[in-house]
C-alpha cells in the first residue's frame, strides 16, 4: 500500500507548429493510502497523460511523482510496483488467461508453485476459474475486463491505475462492472488511481475526484463537495446531467442545479426564495423524472421534476420560477471562478 | 405542455425510375455472373497453370520426341504411335551428371546467410521506425523502401568496386554481402507495417508487468509479430534465390554458382539447350516456393496493405 504525490507535474509536448503544448500543467495532487482517487476531465484534459506519467509510461517535463514517499520520476514503469490496466485491457493475445495472468509472476522470477497459488488466488477473487484457458479473442468485454483486473492484483502492487477501464462495456454491463469494481477495492484495499471522462462513473466509485481541464486541476473533492459547491463554471457544467444553469445577472454568473428550480407557486416558504423569470420551451420525459428546456434572461435554462409532480405551464409563456438562497452559487463573470460569502 | 413549431415540409422528391424485382430474370442473372466468373477463374487458372504442366511433361519427354518430325507429336503425350514413352533419363542426368546439387546447396546458404543477415538488420529498424521516432518514422521508412526500386542493373557496378575491396570475388559470400542491400529495405518497411499493427498498449502493459523495454520487445511484441516475421524469410529467400544480375556479376566459376545462373549456363551449352535437365531444374526450384508462397499468400498480402494504409 503506498500514497502517491505529484508536485507540479508538468508534460509539454511539442505540437505540429513547433510549439510547445501543456498537457499537464504544473498538478500537484495528494492520495491517501487505500483511496479510491478519480481523475475525471473530458477527452483531451491531460488526465491520462497524468496517469501515463504515474505509471511510468510517459517522462515528466518537470516536477516530481512520489509513490510511498518516494521520487520515482526516473524508475521504469516496472520498478514501481504497481498495476496498470488500460482501456484496451492490453491482454497478451497470444497467451491463455492462465499464461496472462502468469505474465507480471514470470517477470519477477516468481517459483512456479507459488506462481499457481496466487494466480488461482486473483481468479478466485474475480470469478474467472473457468476461464483460465481460454485465449482473450474467445472472452466477451465483461471478461476480459476482469482478466486485466487479476492480472493487475496477482503480484499485489501498491497502485493500480485504471484508464477508463468501463468504456468498452455495453451500457447494462458498465453498471454492474462499477459496483463490482468499487466493492472490489474496497476488499482489497489497494490505492487507486481511476481516469474517466464519464461523470456517473467518477460520482458513483471515487472517495474524492480530481476534476482536470486543459492540463490543470479546477477542483479536488468528495463526489459531494464537487457536486454540491463547484469551485467554478467548468466544474459546474461538465458534472450534472442536465449540468448546472448558469445566468447572468448584474457583474455575476448564478449558477443553479435544474433540480433547484421550481415554479415560485409550488414553494412552501417565500422569504429565502430568489425569484427568476421563466420561458419554458420543450418538454422531455425521462420515465423517473421530467426535464422542462426554455430560457432565463435568454440564457438556456433546464428545470428537472421528478415525474409524480403535476406541472401546468404552457410553451412560450413566462413564468414565475424560483430557486431557493442556499441552493444559488455566485461566480466571477471574467475568471468563472467561484464567490463565496454572502450575497 | 403544447409546442408552437411550426411543421418543415420535406421537399418534394422528384419522379424517377421505380424499383421493379422479378425473380426469374433476377435467378436468371445470379447463374449467369456465377458462370462468368467461373469461366474467368478457369481462364485464369489455365493461363498460370498451363507453363507448368508443360515443364512437367517435358521432364519426361525423350530427345526423339522432342526433336525429330513429324510436327504433329503431341507435347502433352507420351502414348500412341508417334510419342516415345516417358523416362527418368533426364531427372538423373541433371542430378548426377551437372552441378545442379552444388547450385542448390549454394542458393540455399546465401538463402540462409540472406534471411538471417535480413532479420537481424530490418527487425531494429523496422521496430526503431514504427515506435521510436515520432513523426520521421514513416518518410524514414517509405525513403528506405525507395531503395529497394533502384535497379540492380545500376547497382552492381559500384558493388563490383566493393566486391573486390573485400576480396569475394568469384565466391558465395560476395553474395551473402550484397543480397541484403535490397532485402533489407524492403523487409523493414514491410516489418514496420506488422510492427504497427501491434497495440501499443501490449507492449506498455509488460513494461508495467515488470520488463524492460527490450524484454517487452522479446515477450510481448515478437511472439505477435510471427506472421511477418514469416513474410520476411520466405520473402527475402525467394529473393536471393531468383537473383540473376549479382549472381552472375559477381561469380564466375561453377563450383560457387547459384541456381539462377547455373543452371543456365550448365545446361545450355553453345546453342544445344537441354530442354528436359532445364525445366527439370526450374520446376524443382519452383514447386516448393509456388507452395510455400500459397500458405503464406494472405500474410503477404496483410503484409502489403498494412504497409500500404499506414505507411
Redesign the interface.
Do not use: D, K
Given at each position: 500500500m503506498a500514497t502517491v504525490e505529484t508536485r507540479k507535474l508538468t508534460k509539454e509536448f511539442t505540437g505540429h507548429a513547433g510549439e510547445g503544448v501543456f498537457a499537464v500543467n504544473g498538478i500537484d495532487l495528494a492520495i491517501k493510502d487505500g483511496e479510491f482517487m478519480v481523475l475525471l476531465g473530458p477527452s483531451g484534459c491531460g488526465k491520462t497523460t497524468l496517469l501515463r506519467m504515474i505509471?511510468?509510461?510517459e517522462h515528466p517535463t518537470s516536477g516530481d511523482i512520489l509513490i510511498g514517499d518516494h521520487i520515482v520520476n526516473d524508475l521504469?514503469?516496472?520498478a514501481r510496483s504497481?498495476?496498470?490496466v488500460?482501456?484496451?485491457y492490453?491482454?497478451?493475445?497470444?497467451l491463455n488467461v492462465y499464461n496472462n495472468i502468469a505474465?507480471?509472476l514470470r517477470?519477477?522470477k516468481m517459483p512456479r508453485e507459488e506462481q499457481k497459488k496466487q494466480i488461482e488466488w486473483a481468479a478466485g477473487i474475480l470469478g474467472i476459474e473457468e476461464l483460465l484457458k481460454r485465449k482473450p479473442r474467445q472472452l466477451s468485454g465483461g471478461q476480459r475486463q476482469r482478466v486485466a483486473l487479476a492480472?493487475a492484483i496477482v503480484?499485489h502492487p501498491n497502485v493500480f491505475l485504471l484508464d477508463e477501464p468501463l468504456s468498452n462495456l455495453d451500457a447494462q454491463r458498465r453498471a454492474s462492472a462499477r459496483d463490482e469494481l468499487q466493492q472490489f477495492q474496497r476488499r482489497i484495499g489497494t490505492t487507486t488511481i481511476y481516469v474517466t471522462h464519464d461523470q456517473v462513473e467518477a460520482m458513483g466509485m471515487g472517495d474524492r475526484i480530481a476534476v482536470i481541464d486543459k492540463g490543470s486541476i479546477r477542483q479536488i473533492g468528495t463526489p459531494e463537495e464537487i457536486y454540491d459547491e463547484p469551485a467554478d463554471t467548468f466544474v459546474a457544467t461538465f458534472l450534472g446531467s442536465p449540468p448546472m444553469n448558469l445566468v447572468k445577472r448584474d457583474d455575476e454568473i448564478l449558477g443553479f442545479r435544474p433540480e433547484h428550480f421550481f415554479p415560485a407557486s409550488q414553494a412552501g416558504s417565500t422569504d429565502d426564495l430568489v425569484p427568476l423569470q421563466f420561458t419554458?420551451l420543450?418538454?422531455e420525459y425521462l420515465g423517473a423524472e421530467r426535464l422542462?428546456y426554455g430560457d432565463v434572461d435568454g440564457v438556456r435554462a433546464i428545470a428537472r421534476f421528478p415525474s409524480t409532480t403535476h406541472?401546468e405551464?404552457?410553451?412560450?409563456h413566462k413564468v414565475d420560477f424560483a430557486v431557493r438562497r442556499q441552493h444559488l452559487k455566485r461566480f466571477d463573470i471574467e475568471t468563472g471562478l467561484r464567490r463565496y460569502g454572502a450575497g | 405542455m403544447s409546442s408552437q413549431l411550426q411543421p418543415i415540409a420535406p421537399p418534394p422528391i422528384e419522379s424517377g425510375p421505380g424499383i421493379s424485382y422479378n425473380p426469374r430474370t433476377a435467378r436468371a442473372k445470379r447463374i449467369g455472373a456465377r458462370a462468368a466468373l467461373y469461366s474467368t477463374a478457369m481462364f485464369f487458372v489455365i493461363f498460370a497453370a498451363m507453363p507448368f504442366a508443360w515443364m512437367i511433361l517435358t521432364i519426361f519427354k525423350q530427345n526423339a520426341d522432342l526433336y525429330q518430325q513429324p510436327m504433329q507429336k503431341s507435347p502433352f503425350s507420351f502414348w500412341g504411335e508417334l510419342n516415345q514413352p516417358p523416362t527418368l533419363e533426364n531427372l538423373r542426368f541433371l542430378l548426377w551428371d551437372t552441378n545442379y546439387l552444388v547450385f542448390v546447396k549454394n542458393s540455399l546458404v546465401v538463402g540462409f546467410f540472406t534471411v538471417v543477415i535480413t532479420l537481424l538488420l530490418a527487425m531494429p529498424a523496422a521496430y526503431a521506425l514504427t515506435r521510436l521516432s515520432g513523426g520521421w518514422g514513416e518518410s524514414l521508412g517509405i525513403a528506405i523502401f525507395l531503395v529497394y526500386l533502384i535497379p540492380p542493373t545500376l547497382l552492381f557496378l559500384p558493388m563490383t568496386r566493393i566486391i573486390s575491396e573485400l576480396n569475394l570475388k568469384n565466391s558465395i559470400w560476395s553474395l551473402v554481402v550484397v543480397y541484403p542491400t535490397f532485402t533489407i529495405p524492403f523487409c523493414t518497411w514491410l516489418l514496420m507495417g506488422f510492427f504497427k499493427s501491434i497495440p501499443w498498449d501490449v507492449e506498455e502493459q509488460a513494461m508495467i508487468d515488470g520488463y524492460s523495454r527490450f524484454g517487452a520487445i522479446i515477450r510481448a511484441v515478437l511472439p505477435l509479430s510471427v506472421p511477418g516475421i514469416l513474410t520476411v524469410i520466405v520473402f527475402s529467400f525467394t529473393l536471393s534465390l531468383h537473383e540473376f544480375v549479382y549472381s552472375l556479376a559477381f561469380v564466375t566459376s561453377t563450383a560457387n554458382k547459384t541456381i539462377s545462373t547455373g543452371v543456365t549456363t550448365e545446361l545450355i551449352r553453345g546453342d544445344i539447350y537441354f530442354w528436359q535437365a532445364l525445366m527439370a531444374a526450374s520446376v524443382l526450384v519452383a514447386i516448393p516456393i509456388a507452395i510455400l508462397y500459397n500458405l503464406f499468400l494472405d500474410r503477404f498480402i496483410a503484409g502489403f496493405t498494412l504497409g500500404a494504409v499506414k505507411g
Open positions: 505509471g511510468g509510461l521504469p514503469p516496472r504497481i498495476a496498470m488500460f482501456q484496451s492490453a491482454l497478451y493475445p497470444h505474465f507480471p517477470a519477477a492480472r503480484r419554458p420543450r418538454e422542462v406541472l405551464i404552457e410553451a412560450g | -
